[in-house]
């Protein structure tokens, strides 16, 4: 058949169209009759007992609807929001795990916790019925940074909470890492700070509700990386309805990095509210209010140690990171810095020992979450600064410090000191492509040029893995995940032979409309323009985890390949009803089913016809129709990663940091879709960047005040702050995936921030500068340039 | 009050609350959905048309400043009417996978159309300089400013007519 595309090819993608027109259909488009609008009163303080709240005002003004409180929450005995993830600590005790209430009870514990919910007939009359809300606040003092919190005499938030400690986690073998510390020829020892970051996709969060009085069913559009999921847990654990009941849209989402992976309780708000006031009801956020109520990502303090023999053989890394959970725990907030975060140090090296200790901490911030790369950018900053800094300690040259350590391709699958095991990788050949793309024997002379222009470079490198295609459900499950982690698909074959997918994850950005039709296209020989990729609505797709966790290919892909598989088994067995031959004779290949060593065929087309129009078929045996089904759960996770080099360039009069070039050779397994592959590392590694110089979120200590509250206090890489970017792929096959995908989602955020500030360090090493904390801004970069240069007092 | 102006390429008269923002009047009150809001600050350029053949953040225009004027949004650059064809620019955005969510897509794709209008032959330089106005968060830029590239020849190629 014509137009089949398969694997590999770079076709344009499906969804471009509606894009470009400017016929999208995202939440904040969607109009319904009569529909009510909303507003929702957040905290103004970091931490307040509520005194009192009086809605009179407000429902006094003309069209309003409603003004809903914690106190209608409690009437209504509706749940607090369910945290995925329940994680123990080394004590063996379950993490403090403290209602997160959709609308606060008595108390607020950051900015932007919600207070009420305001429905009046227009926008504008909701906003000054909000406005007409008393609130009388006692305000409490605030404590924001994880350090502070834990100290005796802090603002304490839960009154069954001591010391704001949800939780105090390890991993690893504690003794031996001791013990190879006693022996070992050098430790290397940095504190870093990983900085609070916020996602801010491009579409700010929104969601519209409505309930049907006759039926008793609900629907709620929302801006959200798992349908399913919200309406599984929304049903059961926070609004109690029948799960049958309850319908969640997710349409054209515009990005969401993590940042829309969550249950949010404005979902759960909303859609109770419809119920009360009897309309549709629409909220959209502002980007300000996306600021102080999308869940922030990263914020760890962490304390690292690793141990070299005398000839740099990594021995023993221990790591003490505590980690800002924010205010409340968020539905997978636990698990990043733990389960995310503590298997990933042992990186892409051969360290026999590590031991992590991760203190989980509340703060009045906003609850902190996943945010794309998710706690393995965290620790791959960790370590791959430290590799640099024993590196300098010790004279030995970083690359070949790396080459030393470095897991040999023939290693694997490899088992960690720290729980996983590596199907499989290459990362000594992710180096040394990238050495050669990245040009370093070139950069002496480009070093030199600079020098002249009176500027400092540098050049960082990052080697570094990750583990995604979350997850397998049985391994999760030990550590703490309350869900299953598989996917579904279902290939729906109609009498034409065109074919409708059904499937669990959720396209909004990464191409799946496309990537996931070449798959089936070259499965089943159908042209790659009559496969159609529907996602987002739980009355359509029959059940699915979603995206996140570079998962949608690696788990959702290989549960569309298997149903592609059970269409073919069918197809041959009415092939060989057909075509008069035994079962085992057919042979399908391109679209056409043949008896072996014949020339008799039936085309998939006819097959298709046949199954619905089943006129001549063996009905006894076998039921009409063409759709299958499948749920797939990986056996392990995968674990892409690669190799970044960053080039910078530093003016020292402004400490202004120039990304001059940027490199990477990523392994990400099968490619299906080279265009798209590269698209997604573009990206991740924009993201890397703009983490490691621009992002920072910020809050006044005493306050809890959010100071970067939006855009213009918030710096978001833009067009004129990048260089073109080389990108590769080296790629090993994963060895459980059913096509040799790892995943690509994540890898250009994990890699990225580390190989920037390793840059940035190398450039202002001349000046005895070991480590600089992101973002590497003018400001902080001037400082460290005029200390260094300031004679130091005798010691 | 009544407004009247031309929106993509047709004559329009709206009665319309003189505080409101022409973004708002277009996602509104004339549900022409492509016109995105993306923040509070005029900082992300979601929201780009072309006003007078000038880009402008539509955020930034109250709907009596359209009276008189000419407003073409993402919905009208390819011409009026139910016309599937696609812009230059837009056929350039496909290409080169110059988008990924779609949500600053129609910013960008109007900020290009202006910036490939006054400056046929840009530099990659003055492409990135040409979007600092506009955010993207998905792409991290480079095919955005391949597809512009792109995009500036294809619209300034012979045969194209303007």
Redesign the interface.
Known sequence: MSNVIGIGAAP??K??????????N?V??I?RADMAFGVFIRSQHGHAVIRGIDTAPALALPGVQAVLTGDDVAADGLGSMPCGWGIHGSDGLPMKEPPFPMLAQGKVRFVGDMIAFVVADTLELARAAAEAVVIDYEVLPAVVGVLEAVRPGAPQLFDDVPNNLCCDWELGDKAAVATAFRKAAHVARLSLVNNRLI??????RAAIAEYNGGTGHYTLWTTSQFPHVVRFLMSALVLNIPEQKMRVVAP??????GVKQFHYGEEAVITWAARRVGRPVKWVA???EGFVSDRHGRDHVTEAELALDQNGKFLALKVVTSANMGGYLSTFGPNIPTNLYAPLLSGVYTTPAIYCNVKVVFTNTVPVDAYRGAGRPEATFVVERLVDVAAAEMGIDRVELRRRNIIPKESYPYQTPVLVEYDSGDPMGCLEGALTAADVAGFAERKAKSERDGKFRGLGFSTYVEACGLAPSRFAGRLGARGGLYESATVRVHPTGQVTVLIGTHN????HETTFAQIVSEKLGVAFDNVDIVFGDTDRVQFGMGTYGSRSLVVGGAALAKASEKVVVKGKKIAAHLLEASEQDIQFEAGVFSVAGTDRTKTFQEIAGAAYVPHNYPLEVLEPGLEEQAYYDPVNFTYPGGCHIAEAEIDPETGIVTLEKYTAVDDVGTVINP??V??QL??????GIGQALYENAVYDDVSGQLLSG???DYC?????H?P??TVKTHSTLCTHTPMGVKGCGEV?TIGSPAAVINAVVDALSHLGVQHVDMPATPNRIWRVIQNAAMPRAAE | MIVSFTLNGRSRTVDVEPATLVADLL?ENL???????????S??G?CVVLFNGEAVKSCTLLAPMLDGGTLT???G??GPGGS?A?HPM?EA???N?G????????GM?MTAVALATKNPTPT??E???G??G????????????ASVLAGAAAMHAPGIGE
Do not use: W
């Open positions: 344009r993608r969804e471009d169209f509606r894009f470009l027109t400017g016929r999208g995202y904040a488009d109009k996602g801010n996709p491009m579409e700010p054209d989402v515009g990005g969401g990095f502002d980007r300000s909004h950005g990464q191409g265009m798209i590269e698209g573009h990206g991740g590694i924009v993201q939006s855009l213009m978001m890489p833009r067009a004129d990048l073109n970017m250009g | 996602r549900n022409l959905t492509g016109t995105h809001v993306g923040c509070d600050t900082q992300c979601a949004t993402i919905e650059l390819s599937n696609l837009q955005f496909h290409q996978h988008l990924q969510c779609g949500f600053c897509t129609p794709v990659e330089a492409v990135r300089h979007l600092e506009n955010i993207c968060r998905c792409t991290g830029y480079q095919n955005i400013v």
